[in-house]
């Protein structure tokens, strides 16, 4: 076989990067389950209408079609490049047997043909929460949304969060107090700024949009306040601009922001950033961004929002909000950068020695008197001298050793990072709880409790 | 948007029915962990040189390509239709990260453009567990794994398994002994056992393989064996037939087989069954296929064996041993039929009422008081009469609604099922345990302690 390169864009991890990843995914599911969110797996692959909507992803799409299905191979299928479009779907698809408002979590992987940097993939798992319902979506699911998200982000190993949040019924309403007609131009003027300069929009709002100069400049101070408490209300009424949507956005991103405040702290941020707007027709209330402290290179690690119509059936619509989290995105690069990592590779706290070949049975039912308590155990492959299986085990980071006595003598168990070894029942020893299974290492892991077995597979 | 209908061969469940598959998957991926089996996942594309290798599988290959990808739109890559070929990559681009033996599970979905039909689908999930070597593999390891997936499955709650046990040094050494000089032939003619009639199958031994009528006629008692226990060494025995390679394969099938006796009962039965070959050039050593029992009809619903070269990169070879557990195939039918079920679409154990949209902070505190004991809870999504509260928690299948005491007064739990309603202190009180998480009703899912709390959204 030709030697193997990775695939660049298409991120895989070795088994201790891949506990991390799992154990974040863990956490992440719990928190949503705890709020009562229901998990649901969509196929990976949408109809092509459903997936191209004329806009700049289309050409990132990856088209499915047979190796050898002759002249009409296409499938017309196309793989999903997030999980908003498959859940809209299968809303519609199934919304007589869905008890609404239906709240659901899914974690999955999705697909975009984008040149690959870091933190951005080809292939990337992301975890989405929303809340959609029929026709009628109640405001307070806004602040749940944004409120679990940060409960889940805390409750993860991952770099401290900082939430950013607008609304959109705030940024509209406040350029109509303004008599502006065309909100929208405005908005796509004002979302530039990541990109070129304040006085670039500022011009573009006077000359492309037709905005006074006094407007114009109002409309780059709305844009420039930013607040971790709702001080933010204040700030915008000093701009002297009224309007009853206004109002309502004022009152919405309050409610918002003070829900989030629970899980503020060393781990977790948030704040009002009147700037941000997330694309220009999708959104239509509370609107978030998520970023990871320290890595504001990596962009917005997470982000969603509530909508208005996620589906329509042509008599009913489906509003709703909802968070995405960029697993991949976030987690590759900390795990590339040694920020986080596995403690062990093998989930095994303990191997048992093999004094021969023909012993292995006695081993193996010492290992099941281990494994029926839950204690993840293996036995050593070959029965070297017990000098190279106490290495073998030291290899994969796996802390205990366990000896069966032979001839009526009592089993041993060595602790191989302490060198200490003692006497133990099979029916009755236990690791100490933190070394039952690999933890996370780094960053907000309790490192304080961190005591690494030994060498990584990384 | 246009009416949504579903995608044949690409199954998606209920909320209540995903419960179900996670289950199932989380159980089977801790029995892998407490044998010390690491989980890996690799991206679902593959080089299409290492896909297609010209057999009847290609056909079914998906190849990707880019929705506006111009002339030059071709990617090389396809999604893979196993978790071996991707595997094997992993293990050969990693290998000098990994430590060997490398013991990992894989539970992921694969691809199959084929005819979709009961259990055979085009997107589906399965679990694979498999122990791979440098240049030798230990053949404990060959018992060790077949053991590790028969316990694994009795830890769910699918129907009773029965795995078939076989081994190709047995029947190649069965057939050296015959003076038979291409065994590939014969075995090509005895695996057509399960098409076509005995009487075919042993004329095509004498016409097409050229063996004598008395070889042929001993081919075919060999493949009728069939045996609970060792004592189809004696049946094997009795035909007359010497080769060593026959003793090795006796030795080894009768060892396979009695790793797994420990887990045989009402759950699991296991076999040693001789017309086993799967497939014709991939396998060396044991062979095994897994039934459903009473759903035979899904034909096998896992399988696997031993392998000399996994994977070679000209030096080194890796051979390996390895089972897959169809996960869609054995699962995806039996909710169809109703056989399993989740016991709720959500996993709120309470839903806490919310007396009128003021005070739902007051029920967001209680909730946060019963979460942070990990108790799943939900707030009810508008300040209805409670009897209509009460009724969309039935409607969910949640058990308990929880109701915020006013003016003082305690706060109040019911047991929607008994109408049952008692004082409660959120701090404190918990439900029964069976009732904090949905279960899986049906089949062996210790159905005594069942209690259906409530409709099911399928």
Redesign the interface.
């Known amino acids: 076989?030709p030697?193997?390169?990775?695939?660049s864009g298409?991120?895989?991890?070795?088994?201790a990067d891949?506990?991390v990843e799992?154990s974040i995914i863990d956490q992440l599911a719990r928190t949503f389950?705890?709020?009562?969110?229901?998990?649901?797996?969509?196929?990976?692959?949408e109809?092509?209408d459903?997936l191209?909507k004329g806009g700049e992803i289309?050409?990132?799409?990856?088209?499915?079609?047979?190796?050898?299905?002759g002249e009409d191979d296409g499938?017309g299928?196309?793989?999903h490049y997030d999980l908003t479009v498959p859940f809209a779907?299968?809303v519609?698809?199934?919304a007589g047997?869905?008890?609404f408002?239906f709240?659901?979590y899914q974690i999955q992987?999705a697909w975009r043909?984008e040149r690959p940097q870091e933190g951005r993939f080809r292939?990337f798992t992301q975890a989405d929460i929303d809340v959609v319902?029929k026709n009628e979506l109640?405001f307070?699911?806004e602040i749940?949304v944004a409120a679990v998200m940060a409960e889940a982000l805390v409750a993860t190993p991952l770099p401290p969060m900082n939430m950013q949040l607008n609304n959109r019924k705030l940024i509209e309403g406040f350029y109509r107090g303004l008599g502006i007609p065309d909100p929208s131009a405005v908005m796509r003027a004002v979302d530039k700024l990541d990109k070129t300069s304040i006085g670039a929009v500022e011009e573009a709002l006077v000359q492309e949009v037709g905005l006074s100069a006094a407007d114009a400049r109002k409309c780059l101070d709305l844009a420039a306040i930013r607040a971790a408490d709702v001080s933010f209300v204040d700030d915008v009424r000093r701009l002297g601009v009224e309007h009853p949507l206004l109002d309502t956005g004022l009152e919405e991103l309050a409610a918002v922001l003070d829900g989030c405040l629970?899980s503020t702290g060393r781990r977790f941020t948030v704040e009002a950033n009147l700037r941000i707007a997330r694309g220009l027709d999708y959104y239509t209330g509370t609107v978030v961004e998520i970023f990871m402290s320290g890595y504001e290179s990596l962009k917005s690690v997470g982000g969603g929002g509530r909508y208005d119509a996620l589906?329509?059936?042509?008599s009913t619509t489906y509003p709703g909000v909802g968070i995405s989290f960029g697993i991949s995105r976030s987690v590759v690069p900390l795990l590339a950068r040694g920020v986080l990592s596995g403690s062990r590779?093998?989930?095994?706290a303990v191997l048992v020695a093999v004094a021969d070949?023909k012993s292995?049975s006695v081993s193996r039912r010492a290992a099941?008197r281990l494994?029926v308590r839950?204690?993840?155990?293996?036995?050593a492959?070959?029965p070297q001298k017990y000098g190279r299986q106490i290495r073998y085990a030291e290899?994969?980071g796996i802390p205990f050793v366990w000896f069966p006595g032979a001839g009526g003598a009592p089993d041993e168990v060595k602790d191989i990072r302490s060198g200490e070894q003692v006497v133990a029942d099979a029916d009755e020893w236990s690791p100490p709880a933190p070394d039952l299974a690999p933890r996370v290492v780094g960053e907000d892991a309790d490192s304080s409790t961190d005591r690494r077995t030994g060498k990584e597979?990384?």
């Open positions: 076989m030697k193997v390169a990775p695939l298409f991120p895989e991890l070795l088994p891949r506990y799992r389950e705890l709020h009562g969110f229901a998990n649901i797996e969509t196929r990976v692959v109809p092509l459903r191209a289309d050409k990132e799409i990856y088209v499915l079609r047979r190796l050898q299905g499938t299928l196309g793989m779907r299968y519609l698809e199934n047997r869905l008890e408002p709240r659901r992987k043909g292939e319902d109640s307070h699911h749940e629970a589906a329509s059936d042509g590779p093998v989930p095994s070949e292995r099941d494994r839950g204690i993840p155990t293996e036995l492959a070959r290899r994969r597979d990384r």
